[in-house]
């Protein structure tokens, strides 16, 4: 074992997926073009089997690829996390937040929902997401932010998340609006992954991504910033870095997948076991075999976290011929 990785311990972050089903279809979605693995649900007693696996286990992300409220038994999850004092946290589609599952969420004690809309209209809705919810989606956040002030919560955190291409980036200022009408506080734009190798998916091509993009962009990025500011929004990229950086090509000489941290400080775990290095490498590779590092119903996590597939692949990370996923990562993505 090299130096590097002496001083590995078992990730306190896990990215554990409770379904892969969905009730979308986006077209900037893998399932656009049909999923990796079987549809399967996570079982309550799996995840338990699972996360006692990890005894410091500090944030838990119950989602990856799938909408998690479809699975019957993620309220009794959260709580089960809650209860050893994990953060939990989600993404949503927010087509199933009714006044019932609201209340759910926030009895379980979910600390934070983060909400993909993608739009600031029923029409770039539909384009985005073949979908006809939109104003559903926005009665149920209102609703939301409604419910939690009559219990007088604070949790969960609210945000709501922008997938950012050539095509919808016009709609973003108008996004920054809904957001404050709605009243919520926090708002990211998440630029759009897509297969470095492959001819893409949907609209998830290299013409449609907003990397390198072009003044347009940028003025639509920097009004955005002003109407967050002006209305008392946190307006973030997905990564560590502003929008504007987010959308701009690789700073100075570095190799972006060197920054990341990932591959020693995290897991992501499918609803059929499968570990991958994070949950966006399904998306920026077609090569699944080789993101596939154990599955955690054939070996334990220990065996899986410090075994050879893994080691290589952070060696290999390393490097300046990374894995195809990292290649096709964008810069600070992930971070």
């Not at 739009?119 to 009665?139: C, E, H, L, T």
């Not at 050879?308 to 990562?329: A, I």
Request: glycine share 6%.
């Amino acid at each position: 074992m090299s130096a590097y990785e002496t001083e590995l311990n078992l990730p306190r972050n896990l990215y554990l997926e409770v379904t892969n089903r969905c009730n979308l279809k986006c077209k900037a979605c893998i399932l656009y073009r049909g999923s990796w693995e079987p549809a399967r649900d996570l079982t309550f007693e799996e995840l338990v089997r699972i996360t006692d696996q990890l005894p410091e286990l500090g944030q838990i992300a119950l989602h990856g690829i799938g909408e998690p409220l479809l699975n019957e038994e993620l309220p009794a999850m959260i709580r089960h996390l809650k209860n050893r004092d994990v953060y939990v946290m989600f993404n949503s589609n927010g087509i199933l937040i009714d006044e019932k599952r609201q209340y759910e969420l926030i009895t379980a004690g979910l600390d934070e929902l983060r909400i993909s809309l993608d739009a600031a209209s029923p029409q770039g809705y539909s384009v985005m997401r073949n979908s006809d919810k939109f104003d559903q989606i926005v009665g149920n956040l209102h609703s939301f932010v409604e419910h939690s002030k009559r219990l007088h919560v604070s949790h969960p955190k609210l945000s709501l998340w922008y997938l950012g291409t050539r095509a919808n980036i016009a709609e973003l200022p108008e996004f920054i609006r809904l957001a404050a009408a709605i009243g919520i506080k926090d708002v990211y734009l998440q630029r759009l992954v897509y297969f470095q190798n492959d001819a893409g998916y949907g609209v998830a091509i290299p013409e449609k991504t907003l990397m390198d993009s072009d003044g347009k962009t940028r003025e639509y990025l920097n009004q955005s910033q002003d109407l967050a500011k002006q209305f008392g929004i946190q307006f973030n990229a997905s990564g560590l870095n502003t929008p504007l950086e987010s959308v701009q090509a690789n700073p100075g000489n570095r190799s972006s997948w060197e920054q990341c941290f990932r591959p020693n400080t995290l897991m992501y775990i499918t609803a059929n076991g499968n570990v991958l290095p994070c949950c966006i490498s399904p998306f920026s590779t077609s090569d699944y075999s080789s993101i596939n590092l154990g599955n955690v119903f054939e070996s334990s996590l220990k065996e899986i976290w410090f075994g050879s597939k893994y080691r290589d692949f952070r060696k290999t990370h390393q490097t300046d011929s990374p894995p195809k996923c990292c290649r096709g990562c964008g810069v600070l993505w992930s971070l």
